[in-house]
C-alpha cells in the first residue's frame, strides 16, 4: 500500500508516517502544494492523508487534482479548526472518506489508512 502524507508541520506529518509504515506501507510526504501536486502525478497512491489547512498552497487544489489523477485513492481529511465540522466535506470532496482532527492518535490515524487501503 502506498500512502502520501500532505502536512505542512513536518515533525507531525513523520510521527503518523513512522505509526503507518509499521503497516508495512510505503509512505510519503509533502509539505507543499507542489510537492504533493508531484507525488500525486509520479506515484500510485493508495490513500491520501490531507491536512485541510496548508502553511502553502492550497488543500481543495490537491484534493481535486487527486480525484482527477488518481480517482481510486481515498483521501482522509484532517484538520485542527472548525471548519468543515459540519460534515460538509464529504458534499464538496467526492474522493472523502474520512475526516478527523490533527489530534486524533497515531495509532487511530493508522488503522483507518489500513481499513481504506486495497485489500
Known sequence: ????IIESRRPLAELWKRHIECQSAEVFVATSTAAAIEMVRENEIDVIILDLILEEGSAM???DYACYRRPEARVIYVTSTTFFSDGSVFEHMPNACGYVQTSTPPDDLAAMVEHLGPR
Open 1 to 4: 500500500m502506498r500512502v502520501l
Open 61 to 63: 487544489a490537491i484534493a
